[in-house]
């Protein structure tokens, strides 16, 4: 068992950056590939981001590709999201998630959840 707890979330104005972290206890992070998914009002839970165990191999959304990073600290076990030029379309509640094994990047892959962090970017 793993628990999450994101922070790093805020209000900003669309061009600005915000840095996520995701704090992992109860179990070391390298056991699990980890990701970053966002979710909007009325919207479905979507993916944005995800890192191997090593930190070796990522892969970005293509909403977000070019715009935000994925990181990990096993070392801390910690994982972020460097978000850059924000566009009001970036607001939702952002997830941090774990998962065992690298099957597909949908939500259900992943068994471990944070609580989530709200990102408000205002146009």
């Known amino acids: 068992q793993v628990q999450l707890v994101e922070s790093g979330g805020g209000l900003v104005q669309a061009g600005d950056s915000l840095r996520l972290s995701c704090a992992a206890s109860g179990r070391t992070l390298s056991n699990y590939d980890m990701g970053w998914f966002r979710q909007a009002p009325g919207n479905e839970r979507e993916f944005v981001a995800v890192i191997s165990r090593s930190g070796g191999t990522t892969y970005h959304a293509d909403s977000v590709r070019g715009r935000f990073t994925i990181s990990r600290d096993n070392a801390k076990n910690s994982v972020y999201l460097q978000m850059n030029s924000l566009k009001a379309e970036d607001t939702a509640v952002y997830y941090c998630?774990?998962?065992?094994?690298?099957?597909?990047?949908?939500?259900?892959?992943?068994?471990?959840w944070g609580q989530g962090t709200q990102v408000t970017v205002s146009s």
């Open positions: 998630a774990a998962r065992s094994a690298p099957y597909s990047n949908t939500p259900r892959e992943f068994a471990y």
